[in-house]
C-alpha cells in the first residue's frame, strides 16, 4: 500500500527562538498594560497602531526580510515564537499582521526592487498596513473565477470591480488586490494578476460590511474606471494564479489558526479555579492537550518551511484540525463554566467572553479557506483526486 | 544508537512484521493460540531487549528506538507482549537486575513487597494468561522497588480484552520474588512510560487504518466509479487523516520528550498529553474508517477490526483520556490562568 505519509517530525524551536521569546515576553509584559484596549477580546483582528509601532521598533515586524529593506535577517522560527507570542498573550497585532504575514512576503518574493523599497521599511516600522483583495460576491472559494478586470491603458490599468469581505480597508493604506488583466470570465487560472492598490486612489470606494457581531471588520470595496499605475502591478502580468497561491500558503500554515481564542481557554482556567471537580479537570485537560498537540504539529511545518519544504498538504491538514478546535472551545467551555465555576461574577463575565467567541466561531473554518476547501487539498494529498 | 544502525532496525523489524505477523497469527491468538513461534523470532531479533544497555545484554537502544519500535508493531497489530516485555525488561535492567527470556508483562497498581513477598491484586493485566514472568512496580516500606515473579506465583484470571488478547487479573499472595531491587523510577513514572507506550502503539494502528481505509475506497466501485471519487467520502478520509496525523504527531512528539528528558523524568506533560489525544482521536478514527469500508469492514473476515478493536481498548491501557486529562487538567488549574500558556510552549507542568 502506498499512500504519502501525512508525518510531522516533532521540531525544537532552536535555543535563539527560545531567547528571543524572552525578549519579546519582557516587551509585551512593559508594553500591553499600559495600552488602551478597545476590545478585551485581543487576537490578531484587534488592531492598535501604536503597538504595531512598537513592535516595529523592536524589529519584530518583518523579522525574516533583509535589512536593507528594514527586516533583521533572522529565522524563519524566530518570526514564529513572535506570532505565537503575540497570540498567547493577547496582544492587539491586528494593524500590522496580514502585512507581516503574507503582502510583505509576496512584495519580496515577486515585487518590483521600486515597490519593495517604497513599502517594507514602513511595513517593518509598524506604520503601513494591508488588506487580502481576494473574494468578490462570485469569488469565495472559487477562487479563480474573479470578475474584477483591469483593463490595459496608456501608463497603467483601468480597473472595475467589487471585492468584498476586506477586512480593515477602512484603516488601511493598501490592499493587494487579484484582478483580470487578459482573457475571459472563463479562463480560469489564466490572465490574472495581482495589483498594489493604494486605498485612497480616486475611484475606490469603501463600505462597511457589519458582521454578525455587530463588528465591522469586513469591507466592501468598489472600484470604478479606478486608475492605477503600471509600476504598481505586482510581478508579471498573467502571474497572479501563481502568486496568489504562494501568500494562501502562509495565510494558512500559522498559528493564529488555533490560537485565535486562546483567551477563552485562559478565562476558563480562570473561572474555574484551582481545584475544579475532577469531571471538569479532566475536559480541561483533554482541551490542553489538544491545543498542545496542534502547536507540535504546527511547529513540525515551522521547521519543515525553515528546511525548504513547502507543507501546504501540511499546512491545510493543521488549519482544519484547528479551527475546529477553536469552534468546539466556546462550546466545551461555557458547557463547564455553568456547572463547574466558582462564582457568580466570574460566571457573567465569562459567560459574555464565551457568548462572544461564539458568535466568532463560524468564521474561523470560512476565511483562509474553508473545511471543505481543505479537505480537497488533504484528499488530494491522499491521492483521491 | 546512531541513525543508522536505527534505521536499519526499523525496516527490518518492520519488514519481519508485515511478513509474519499475518491474519493467521492475530486471529489464532484471540481463540487462545500462542504464536511460539513469531515470539521466538522476535527474541532473536532482539526486539524486547531493544532499550536494555549493552553490559545487560541488551540492544542498547534509547527509550526512542523502542518507541519506534513499537510503532511499527502497532502497524500491525502485533498480537504479543512486545511492549510490555520490553517495558519490563528496562525496568528490571534499571533496577541493577538482569533481564530473563521469555515473555513478560508490567503490573502496575496497588501492590507492596514485605520480607521480599509480593502482594496485591491488578485488574486488566495486559497478556497476563501468557506471560511467564510479572514484573511489578511496588511499595516496599516507602521506597518504590521492581519485583520479578514467575507465574507459578501468581494467580492469574483470564479476562480477554475486546481485541482478544490474553489480557486477565493478577493477584499474588505473599508471592515469592525471584528478583526485587530498587526501582529506578517512580511508580508514577512506569505507568507514564506504559502509557507512551501505547500512545506510539496506537500512531501505528491508525495510520494503518487510514492506509487501509484510503486503499479500499480507492478499489470499491459503486455507481460505476471507485468510492475515492465521492466528494462525501474524500472529505471524511481527510478528516480521518488528521485525526491519525494528529495521533502519530502527538506520540511521536512525546516520544522524543521522553528520550532527551531521559528516564526517570522525561516529556512527562507531553506523555501525559499524547496518550489523551490518542485516546480522544481513537473514536473518531474508528468511526469514520467503519463508515467509509461498510459492510466489508465490519466481517471478521477483513483486518480492519484488528486496528480498530485494539485502538478501542489500548485507549483505556495505562490510563485513559479521563485519568490523563484530570492530570493535566489539575496541574493547569492549580497553576492558574497566567501560567497556562509558558506551560504550553515549554511542553512542561507549571511549576
Known amino acids: ?385 | 544508537m546512531d541513525h543508522d544502525t536505527r534505521e536499519m532496525l526499523l525496516d527490518t523489524a518492520g519488514r519481519f512484521f508485515a511478513e509474519r505477523c499475518g491474519k493467521d497469527i492475530v486471529n489464532g491468538v484471540e481463540k487462545g493460540v500462542w504464536p511460539a513461534d513469531f515470539w521466538k523470532e522476535i527474541e532473536e531479533m532482539g526486539l524486547p531487549l531493544t532499550a536494555v544497555p549493552e553490559d545487560k545484554g541488551g540492544v542498547g537502544g534509547t527509550i526512542a528506538d523502542l518507541m519506534a519500535v513499537l510503532r511499527l508493531a502497532g502497524a500491525n497489530a502485533v498480537p504479543v507482549p512486545l511492549a510490555e516485555t520490553a517495558l519490563a525488561n528496562l525496568l528490571v535492567a534499571a533496577a541493577g537486575g538482569t533481564p530473563g527470556p521469555g515473555p513478560a508483562t508490567i503490573v502496575l497498581g496497588n501492590l507492596s513487597v514485605d520480607n521480599g513477598r509480593l502482594s496485591g491484586k491488578v485488574d486488566r493485566v495486559p497478556f497476563a494468561s501468557v506471560a511467564d514472568r510479572f514484573v511489578a512496580v511496588a511499595n516496599s516500606g516507602g521506597k518504590v522497588v521492581v519485583a520479578v515473579v514467575d507465574k507459578a506465583n501468581a494467580k492469574v484470571t483470564a479476562a480477554p480484552s475486546h481485541a482478544g488478547e490474553p489480557y486477565g487479573t493478577v493477584a499474588f499472595d505473599k508471592a515469592a520474588c525471584a528478583f526485587s531491587g530498587a526501582s529506578a523510577v517512580s511508580a508514577e513514572r512506569a505507568l507514564e512510560l506504559a502509557a507512551l507506550a501505547r500512545a506510539m502503539q496506537m500512531a501505528g494502528a491508525a495510520d494503518k487504518v487510514l492506509a487501509t481505509t484510503v486503499e479500499y475506497s480507492k478499489q470499491r466501485v459503486q455507481f460505476g466509479r471507485s468510492i475515492s471519487t465521492f466528494q462525501a467520502i474524500q472529505h471524511m478520509l481527510a478528516e480521518l487523516a488528521s485525526c491519525v496525523a494528529a495521533t502519530i504527531a502527538s506520540a511521536e512528539a512525546a516520544s522524543r520528550d521522553a528520550d532527551e528528558g531521559g528516564l526517570t523524568d522525561g516529556g512527562s506533560f507531553s506523555i501525559a498529553a499524547a496518550k489523551t489525544q490518542a485516546s480522544d482521536f481513537a473514536q473518531r478514527i474508528c468511526a469514520i474508517s467503519h463508515q467509509s469500508m461498510g459492510a466489508m469492514g465490519f466481517t471478521h473476515e477483513h483486518i480492519l477490526h484488528h486496528y480498530t478493536r485494539r485502538l478501542w481498548v489500548w485507549r483505556r491501557d495505562f490510563g485513559s483520556e479521563s485519568f490523563w486529562g484530570e492530570k493535566i487538567g489539575a496541574a493547569v488549574a492549580k497553576a492558574g490562568p497566567q501560567a497556562l500558556w509558558p506551560a504550553l510552549t515549554s511542553s512542561r507542568y507549571a511549576a
Open chain 1, 1 to 385: 500500500m502506498s499512500i504519502p505519509k501525512l508525518e510531522f517530525p516533532p521540531f525544537h524551536l532552536p535555543p535563539e527562538a527560545e531567547a528571543l521569546r524572552g525578549e519579546v515576553r519582557q516587551f509585551l509584559k512593559e508594553t500591553l498594560p499600559g495600552l488602551k484596549s478597545e476590545d478585551r477580546f485581543s487576537s490578531w483582528n484587534t488592531r492598535s497602531s501604536d503597538f504595531s509601532k512598537a513592535l516595529g521598533k523592536r524589529g519584530w515586524i518583518g523579522i525574516t526580510w533583509p535589512k536593507q529593506y528594514g527586516g533583521s535577517e533572522r529565522s524563519f522560527l524566530d518570526r514564529y515564537v513572535v506570532t505565537e507570542e503575540l497570540l498567547g498573550n493577547g496582544a492587539p497585532a491586528g494593524a500590522h499582521w496580514v502585512a507581516d504575514r503574507q503582502s510583505g512576503p509576496l512584495l519580496l518574493r515577486f515585487g518590483s526592487e521600486e515597490q519593495r523599497q517604497a513599502i517594507l521599511p514602513k511595513i517593518t516600522a509598524g506604520e503601513c498596513y494591508f488588506s487580502i483583495g481576494m473574494s468578490e460576491p462570485d469569488s469565495g472559494s472559487d477562487l479563480a473565477s474573479v470578475r474584477t478586470r483591469a483593463e490595459p491603458v496608456p501608463g497603467g490599468f483601468r480597473v472595475n470591480g467589487t471585492k468584498v469581505w476586506t477586512s480593515g480597508a477602512h484603516h488601511n493604506h493598501y490592499c493587494i488586490t487579484l484582478v483580470r488583466t487578459s482573457g475571459q470570465h472563463g479562463d480560469r487560472h489564466k490572465g490574472l494578476s495581482q495589483l498594489l492598490v493604494d486605498l485612497k486612489t480616486p475611484g475606490v470606494t469603501i463600505r462597511p460590511i457589519i458582521n454578525l457581531a455587530g463588528r465591522h471588520d469586513w469591507n466592501e470595496v468598489t472600484f470604478s474606471d479606478c486608475f492605477i499605475p503600471e509600476e504598481c502591478l505586482i510581478g508579471n502580468e498573467g502571474d497572479g494564479w501563481l502568486q496568489v497561491t504562494s501568500e494562501l500558503a502562509f495565510e494558512r500554515s500559522g498559528p493564529e489558526r488555533f490560537m485565535q481564542n486562546f483567551h477563552v481557554l485562559r478565562e476558563l482556567v480562570r473561572v474555574l479555579g484551582r481545584q475544579p471537580a475532577g469531571r471538569a479537570t479532566s475536559i480541561l485537560g483533554r482541551i490542553v492537550a489538544r491545543l498542545w498537540t496542534l502547536r507540535q504539529m504546527s511547529v513540525a511545518v515551522a521547521g519543515m518551511m525553515q528546511g525548504g519544504k513547502s507543507p501546504a498538504i501540511e499546512a491545510a491538514l493543521v488549519k482544519d484540525l484547528g479551527t475546529i478546535y477553536q469552534q468546539d472551545l466556546p462550546e466545551i467551555a461555557r458547557v463547564l463554566a455553568e456547572s463547574d465555576a466558582t462564582t457568580e461574577d466570574d460566571m457573567a463575565d465569562f459567560l459574555d467572553v464565551a457568548q462572544y467567541a461564539t458568535m466568532m466561531a463560524p468564521s474561523y473554518t470560512i476565511q483562509g479557506g474553508t473545511t471543505q476547501v481543505l479537505r480537497g487539498i488533504v484528499a488530494r494529498g491522499l491521492g483521491l483526486r
